[in-house]
């Protein structure tokens, strides 16, 4: 088992301004780890590909969940300090349970095996900053949808999500790094 108590997952449904966090942590000089879905999302689309979440889910479920322990697996090299990751393993756990993919027990297995800091910061709904655009297609329902999922996914893996509240960019940061 992999426990990484200076890796931080900040997590929750799709457009609710987590990306936009994890930039403001990285120009403050923070080692933070991309969202794997969106990049997996314009990967497949450059090469028009199929494991795409409105194509193939479960294809694109499998690249995230790889993707995902990737990205720990990398973050492990880099710094002793705080590292933030833009999603975490859990959150192509969630997906799958979300879109009814049922999973091998070996992946469930892996999201016991590679461990974050149990605090984990969670982005809630929030309308008034949510936007579709070419790599997120979910309404608003859907969002809200996928975010219960992840509470509860992360929840039931016993980590302990701490909602961040809403709020400027730069206090949202503010409430992050308090926390830790």
């Known amino acids: 088992m992999f426990h990484k108590s200076n890796f931080f997952v900040i997590t929750g449904g799709p457009g ?12 403050r000089g923070y080692v933070c780890m991309e969202e794997d879905a969106r990049r997996i999302i314009r990967e497949q689309q450059a090469k028009k590909g199929d494991a795409l979440p409105w194509k193939d889910k479960r294809s694109y479920t499998m690249h995230m969940l790889q993707s995902a322990i990737d990205s720990y697996s990398k973050a492990s090299t880099l710094s002793d300090g705080p590292i933030f990751f833009d ?7 969630g997906y799958a349970a979300l879109e009814c993919i049922a999973l091998k027990e070996s992946y469930i297995q892996l999201a016991r095996q590679y461990v974050y800091n149990p605090i984990v910061f969670f982005f809630s709904p929030w309308r ?11 309404s608003w329902q859907e969002a809200c949808a996928t975010s219960d999922m ?3 996914t992360y929840k039931n893996f016993g980590y302990t999500p701490i909602e961040v509240p ?15």
């Open 87 to 93: 999603r975490g393993i859990l959150d192509a756990i």
């Open 128 to 138: 008034d900053i949510y936007e579709t655009d070419q790599e997120r297609k979910q």
């Open 150 to 152: 992840l509470f509860a």
């Open 16 to 27: 609710v301004g987590k990306t936009s966090v994890i930039r403001e942590l990285s120009n």
């Open 166 to 180: 809403m709020g400027s960019i730069a206090q949202r940061v503010e409430f992050i790094l308090t926390q830790i």
